[in-house]
């Protein structure tokens, strides 16, 4: 089991940047395939960016496709999502989230998740 707890969340105006961070309980992060998923108001909860056990292998939604990178530390039981050149339809709740035995877009493929961190862009 892992238990996860993000954090970087904030205001910022369109075109800034954020840096979201997850950090991991377990000696077993590395097992894991991470998941970056949001949620806005009034909307369901979408993906956004995967990486797999090693790093080796990322996807992104298309429409951060060029702005965000997911990135992780194994050594430092962390997953990262860096966002650039954001728009405030990227206004939502982060959360991430880990699969020992999936690597997909669903949500459902992901047991464990954090309790999300906001991030709001203002026009």
């Known amino acids: 089991q892992v238990q996860l707890v993000e954090s970087g969340g904030g205001l910022v105006q369109a075109g800034g940047s954020l840096r979201l961070s997850c950090a991991a309980s377990?000696?077993?992060?590395?097992?894991?395939?991470m998941g970056w998923f949001r949620q806005a108001p009034g909307k369901e909860r979408e993906f956004v960016a995967r990486?797999?056990?090693?790093?080796?292998?990322?996807y992104y939604v298309d429409s951060v496709k060029g702005r965000f990178t997911i990135s992780r530390d194994n050594a430092k039981n962390t997953v990262s999502l860096q966002m650039n050149s954001l728009k405030p339809e990227d206004t939502a709740v982060y959360y991430c989230?880990?699969?020992?035995?999936?690597?997909?877009?669903?949500?459902?493929?992901?047991?464990?998740w954090g309790q999300g961190t906001q991030v709001t862009v203002s026009s």
């Open positions: 990486i797999s056990w090693s790093g080796g292998s990322t």
């Open positions: 989230a880990a699969s020992r035995y999936g690597y997909g877009s669903s949500s459902y493929e992901y047991p464990y």
């Open positions: 377990g000696r077993t992060f590395s097992s894991y395939a």
